[in-house]
């Protein structure tokens, strides 16, 4: 575990009686603080919602720690009739309390890593509040806060909060080889706290580019949903660059030369036009056809939604001029078969932010979809073939499109016999053509 590093004599640095510190006492939590009293455990706030309130902002989640063992919190809740959902949290050492059936809170015993292997550690319990916080990652994660306002810092983590610095507690290679991760989560904590893109400790920047190869260890959906984070933050472009910069690229999906200057264009762009991209759509600037965006997906296990996003951007991101300019993306829209007009309605909207084309957009959010008039049963008797049917609607929108949606379904059931023609010829053409094929695979 290497050296401890160094710490203060006394803990407490400050007594808070702020508006966010009070905002967290619910009468939940001070059920569940009079429950730790009356049995002399202690119960302290840890890690992210200390910061987040050091920093005047309300948390949105809240973490706690405490000196009782997990059994111990057991048979204090089984005794005080206290329901605990969430069992599989136990083996890290987190009991998770569901008070008054309104409010869960999630409750850990002090720990120490007595194994790590850069993912994931094996724990033992412990006593002692400075052994946990040295575990932590960041000295700003690293603090506590009791319920009567007093915060304790081992690490020095108030300082850095005061003067914007995001370090590591103690040895910078020992805190990243416990679990990787902590690379990503570096790069997000900076853009929380810090207001420039350009003040890192260069030490820990050296720490982090010896230690990037070990991302490979860790999961794509672990990766994914920091690097997110990173992107719907604070300086998302200076941050990934430096990522990168840091040799991260062909561990987190990226192609070799991933295409930084377009990202950086994109970003700036959608920026300058008050946009916020999603994510993946940022990601994608950096790649150049739809087998990067395969390998990205293999790489951090993306929802559907992304993925399908993904190709949809990648496919479709180079300019199409057009005389009527709104006519290649409602092509977009109605010709899929795939996906519901809503989703395609989304993915274009994408498209048109990330291509910078805000007229275009306006046009487009004010486009309401037509009813198209024509319906596959209304085809049964007109089309012999019916596995053609769906490409004979398809040809059928095509012509409604190009008239400005204008046509009736009696006008446009008259385009039917020649459409058919068309298709089953070429169905039939393929059909001999298979054939032949075949023949010479005998």
Same mark, same amino acid.
């Given at each position: 575990?290497?050296?401890?590093?160094?710490?203060?004599?006394?803990?407490?640095?400050?007594?808070?009686?702020?508006?966010?510190?009070?905002?967290?006492?619910?009468?939940?939590?001070?059920?569940?603080?009079?429950?730790?009293?009356?049995?002399?455990?202690?119960?302290?706030?840890?890690?992210?919602?200390?910061?987040?309130?050091?920093?005047?902002?309300?948390?949105?989640?809240?973490?706690?720690?405490?000196?009782?063992?997990?059994?111990?919190?057991?048979?204090?809740?089984?005794?005080?009739?206290?329901?605990?959902?969430?069992?599989?949290?136990?083996?890290?050492?987190?009991?998770?309390?569901?008070?008054?059936?309104?409010?869960?809170?999630?409750?850990?015993?002090?720990?120490?890593?007595?194994?790590?292997?850069?993912?994931?550690?094996?724990?033992?319990?412990?006593?002692?509040?400075?052994?946990?916080?040295?575990?932590? /990652?960041?000295? @700003?994660?690293?603090?506590?806060?009791? !319920?009567?306002?007093?915060? =304790?810092?081992? $690490? %020095? #983590?108030?300082?850095?909060?005061?003067?914007?610095?995001?370090?590591?507690?103690? /040895?910078?290679? @020992?805190?990243?080889?416990?679990?990787? !991760?902590?690379?990503?989560? =570096?790069?997000? $904590? %900076? #853009?929380?706290?810090?207001?420039?893109?350009?003040?890192?400790?260069?030490?820990?920047?050296?720490?982090?580019?010896?230690?990037?190869?070990? !991302?490979?260890?860790?999961?794509?959906?672990?990766?994914?949903?920091?690097?997110?984070?990173?992107?719907?933050?604070?300086?998302?472009?200076?941050?990934?660059?430096?990522?990168?910069?840091?040799?991260?690229?062909?561990?987190?999906?990226?192609?070799?030369?991933?295409?930084?200057?377009?990202?950086?264009?994109?970003?700036?762009?959608?920026?300058?036009?008050?946009?916020?991209?999603?994510?993946?759509?940022?990601?994608?600037?950096?790649?150049?056809?739809?087998?990067?965006?395969?390998?990205?997906?293999?790489?951090?296990?993306?929802?559907?939604?992304?993925?399908?996003?993904?190709?949809?951007?990648?496919?479709?991101?180079?300019?199409?001029?057009?005389?009527?300019?709104?006519?290649?993306?409602?092509?977009?829209?109605?010709?899929?078969?795939?996906?519901?007009?809503?989703?395609?309605?989304?993915?274009?909207?994408?498209?048109?932010?990330?291509?910078?084309?805000?007229?275009?957009?306006?046009?487009?959010?004010?486009?309401?979809?037509?009813?198209?008039?024509?319906?596959?049963?209304?085809?049964?008797?007109?089309?012999?073939?019916?596995?053609?049917?769906?490409?004979?609607?398809?040809?059928?929108?095509?012509?409604?499109?190009?008239?400005?949606?204008?046509?009736?379904?009696?006008?446009?059931?008259?385009?039917?016999?020649?459409?058919?023609?068309?298709?089953?010829?070429?169905?039939?053409?393929?059909?001999?053509?298979?054939?032949?094929?075949?023949?010479?695979?005998?």
């Amino acid at each position: 575990m290497g050296d401890a590093p160094s710490s203060r004599a006394d803990p407490v640095v400050i007594k808070l009686d702020s508006p966010e510190f009070r905002s967290v006492f619910t009468s939940e939590l001070q059920s569940l603080a009079g429950l730790f009293k009356k049995y002399n455990y202690e119960l302290r706030i840890a890690g992210g919602a200390v910061r987040d309130i050091l920093m005047g902002k309300r948390p949105k989640d809240l973490d706690f720690a405490t000196d009782a063992t997990p059994q111990q919190m057991k048979e204090m809740f089984t005794r005080e009739e206290v329901r605990m959902i969430n069992e599989k949290g136990e083996k890290h050492g987190t009991i998770t309390a569901r008070i008054n059936d309104k409010e869960n809170f999630e409750i850990t015993t002090l720990r120490i890593d007595i194994l790590t292997d850069g993912r994931h550690a094996q724990v033992e319990f412990t006593k002692d509040w400075k052994l946990d916080a040295n575990r932590r /990652d960041l000295t @700003i994660n690293s603090m506590f806060l009791d !319920l009567d306002g007093r915060v =304790y810092d081992y $690490f %020095y #983590g108030y300082d850095d909060l005061k003067n914007k610095r995001v370090v590591f507690v103690g /040895d910078t290679s @020992i805190r990243i080889r416990e679990d990787y !991760l902590r690379i990503l989560r =570096y790069f997000r $904590f %900076y #853009g929380r706290i810090m207001d420039s893109p350009d003040q890192h400790d260069e030490a820990t920047i050296e720490a982090l580019k010896e230690n990037i190869d070990g !991302l490979q260890q860790i999961s794509g959906e672990r990766i994914w949903s920091e690097w997110n984070k990173i992107l719907t933050g604070n300086f998302a472009l200076e941050l990934t660059l430096k990522l990168l910069e840091c040799g991260s690229g062909r561990h987190i999906g990226l192609p070799e030369q991933p295409d930084v200057e377009n990202f950086r264009n994109v970003y700036q762009r959608a920026q300058s036009n008050n946009v916020t991209l999603k994510p993946i759509s940022l990601i994608v600037s950096m790649l150049k056809d739809e087998y990067e965006v395969i390998k990205l997906h293999e790489r951090l296990k993306l929802s559907n939604s992304d993925r399908d996003l993904a190709l949809f951007l990648v496919q479709h991101k180079e300019h199409k001029p057009c005389e009527k300019s709104l006519k290649p993306y409602q092509q977009l829209v109605l010709l899929q078969q795939t996906k519901r007009y809503d989703v395609l309605q989304d993915y274009v909207k994408e498209l048109l932010r990330y291509r910078g084309a805000m007229q275009l957009l306006n046009e487009f959010e004010q486009w309401a979809i037509p009813k198209f008039p024509i319906s596959g049963n209304m085809l049964m008797e007109h089309v012999p073939m019916k596995k053609i049917i769906g490409s004979v609607l398809i040809e059928l929108k095509r012509i409604w499109i190009d008239a400005d949606f204008k046509l009736t379904g009696e006008q446009l059931m008259e385009h039917v016999p020649s459409i058919v023609s068309e298709l089953e010829e070429k169905y039939q053409t393929l059909h001999k053509e298979r054939k032949k094929k075949l023949k010479k695979m005998k």
